[in-house]
């Protein structure tokens, strides 16, 4: 599978941007479908991942502003993102990955954070948030 990202650029504090991914390919195997980031001089992070039955599994510190919008294309999905501060600063990646056990009232069956069940990356698209 081969992943491209669109919809990065510059923004100011308070503003917003989406992020797009178009997934070509054999992708109807996958669990899981999301982004990931890296800052300057930080570890790579998981951002937002949803679960092929809709569940989301997102990062706290971007809770309340950025979120992953179902779309009825499997071969496409975004990153919306409200409210950004300096700190979103960074590379975002759109991931595709495999489903796991995760636990949180009880276990089920979803999409992880981690690197380690993300399968296929995109090359990136720089993010810049400035005050």
């Known amino acids: 599978v081969q992943l491209e990202e669109s919809g990065g650029g510059s923004v100011q504090s308070g503003g917003s941007l989406r992020l797009s991914c178009s997934a070509s390919?054999?992708?109807?195997?996958?669990?899981?479908v999301g982004w990931f980031r890296q800052a300057p001089r930080k570890e790579r992070e998981g951002v937002a991942m949803?679960?092929?039955?809709?569940?989301?599994n997102i990062r706290n510190t971007v809770k309340g502003r950025f979120s992953i919008p179902q779309d009825s294309s499997k071969n496409t999905w975004v990153l919306q993102m409200n409210n950004l501060r300096p700190e979103d600063t960074a590379m975002y990646f759109c991931v595709t990955g495999r489903e796991t056990l995760l636990s949180g009232g009880g276990l089920y069956t979803g999409c992880s954070l981690r690197e380690e069940n993300v399968d296929a990356w995109g090359h990136g698209t720089q993010v810049t948030v400035s005050l």
């Open positions: 949803v679960h092929k039955n809709g569940r989301t």
């Open positions: 390919g054999v992708t109807s195997g996958s669990d899981c």
